[in-house]
């Protein structure tokens, strides 16, 4: 039965949106806490580990988002592990995000001068207190762009998972257009939900620059 | 005992051998200047000194810490030798004041207030009173360098290691930090400044040390020096520096 394109279906969209940005925010925790551990090897003074991280990365950064999805959710199951649209959503969007995470953090902690690290050396500050006050400080200024920017990016991405029958924003949108008829609209509706979230992660990200003093 | 002992360091940058043997001795209260070509080793020695950068033979003591020593305790020394550099080098997410509290807490462990009291009047007392609360990027060249001298003055050193810090600046901001340096010489400050201000050398420093391709060429009064140079090699410095 095809009916009309109504408020009731906009609040439904809103309700999926919910779980675009719980998916995104399971990935950013998860995949965070992952790519420190991915950062942390990328530059540790031991090369075995350094290549273990570059392997990560590339194999991550090198395959397509929507492969690594099957992988999981249909992958795991041919090995006896069950896994739901969900766990494998949340699963390989942490993966993915880790690889990402892992290289704009260690970017932001080179990019601090090594005359910092020597500022700090010379007033007899000890390794650890000159990373903790003086470089990561600075590293985490200017890290947020970037890493804001991948978020945005890890936002959209959610989408993909509507291709393992998640329902978030996107396949929600599928459904609710193939009951009405009325994509322009849904499609729409999606779209501004989409660039709310968005257009605020980067004016968040604008707000804590502006807080975090560092010379530009 | 001197208050700093180099014998015979060699310091090489993999096959380019950049200090060729070093000895000199420094009493407490000297003030020397260091003079001499771009490459020269300036730097190098300086950053040995105080254990930037290691070297493959020979020894450092200072202020009685042997630096040379594997084990040598390089925080400890830090804090007794100071360094200031050509790029002032302020951590620029923090204030005025923070800069030089930062390792007043960390390093000499005064506790908030104490550590205000301290960066409070070395940053008076290179007139930048007005500006305890600018961030580094709201100041001039000159500003910055003279909060960076203040930053190490503030930890007490014994002794000051200054890198050409005039050498980044504008010409009309390279007095205000003369004059701080000044300042710094009429306390008694023990000062070891690698610089081209041949004026100033000659006027403030006790003695000079030319260096020459890694050695120390000549070692001598600072007037004297500067005005009867023994070998071609500082007279033909010295021409090309001053004209
Ligand atoms: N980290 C380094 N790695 C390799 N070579 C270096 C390094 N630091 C310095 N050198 C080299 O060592 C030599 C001496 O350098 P140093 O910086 O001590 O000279 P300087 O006398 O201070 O010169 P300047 O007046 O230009 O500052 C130069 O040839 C320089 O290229
Ligand atoms: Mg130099």
Redesign the pocket.
């Known amino acids: 039965m095809i009916r009309e394109f109504a408020d009731a279906d906009i609040v439904y969209l809103i309700e999926a949106a919910r779980w675009t940005l719980l998916l995104a925010l399971t990935a950013t925790v998860g995949g965070g806490l992952l790519g420190i551990v991915v950062a942390v090897l990328r530059v540790i003074p031991f090369r075995p580990l350094n290549w273990l991280a570059i392997a990560w990365i590339n194999l991550i950064q090198g395959t397509p988002l929507l492969g690594q999805l099957f992988v999981f959710f249909f992958g795991l199951p041919l090995v006896g592990l069950s896994v739901d649209a969900w766990t494998a959503a949340a699963l390989s969007l942490s993966i993915y995000a880790s690889a990402f995470f892992g290289e704009i953090w260690r970017g932001s902690l080179q990019s601090v001068s090594q005359r910092q690290w020597e500022a700090g050396a010379a007033l007899g500050l000890t390794y650890a207190q000159r990373l903790g006050h003086v470089v990561l400080p600075q590293a985490i200024r200017i890290s947020i762009a970037p890493t804001v920017g991948f978020l945005v990016q890890l936002v959209k991405n959610t989408s993909l998972t509507a291709l393992i029958g998640f329902v978030e924003l996107t396949r929600a949108s599928q459904i609710i257009s193939g009951a009405t008829f009325a994509p322009l609209p849904v499609y729409l509706t999606a779209a501004v939900i989409y660039f709310i979230i968005c257009f605020s992660l980067s004016q968040l990200a604008h707000m804590l620059e502006r807080r975090l003093h560092v010379a530009r | 005992m001197s208050l700093v002992e180099l014998a015979d360091i060699r310091k090489r ?2 096959a ?1 051998e ?1 200090l060729k043997g070093i000895s000199l001795t420094l009493e407490k209260g000297e003030i020397v200047a260091v003079i ?1 070509r ?7 020695m300086l950053r040995c000194i105080n254990g930037l950068e290691k070297v493959q033979a020979g020894r450092i003591v200072v202020d009685g810490i042997d630096v040379t020593a594997p084990k040598a305790d390089l925080n400890l020394l830090r804090q007794r030798a100071g360094m200031v550099f050509q790029s002032y080098n302020l951590f620029p997410h923090l204030n005025v004041e923070r800069n030089v509290m930062l390792a007043l807490k960390l390093v000499r462990k005064l506790d908030t207030s104490a550590a205000r009291e301290v960066a409070r009047a070395v940053v008076t007392k290179v007139g930048l009173a007005d500006k305890l609360h600018a961030y580094p990027d709201e100041l001039s060249g000159g500003q910055q360098q003279r909060v960076a001298i203040a930053r190490s003055l503030a930890m007490q050193p014994t002794l000051m290691l200054f890198d ?1 810090i005039t050498s980044a600046l504008d010409p009309e901001l390279v007095g205000e930090v003369l004059r701080v340096l000044e300042g710094v010489a009429s306390e008694g400050m023990t000062m070891m400044l ?1 610089t081209h201000e041949m004026n100033f050398a000659k006027n403030v420093a006790d003695r000079v040390i030319f ?1 020459h391709e890694g050695r120390i060429h000549e070692d001598g009064p600072a007037r004297e020096t500067l005005l009867e140079p023994r070998t071609a090699e500082l007279r033909s410095f010295l021409n090309a520096v001053l004209h």
């Open positions: 940058f993999g380019v950049v001499g771009s490459g020269s080793g300036k730097s190098t050409e690698v260096m």
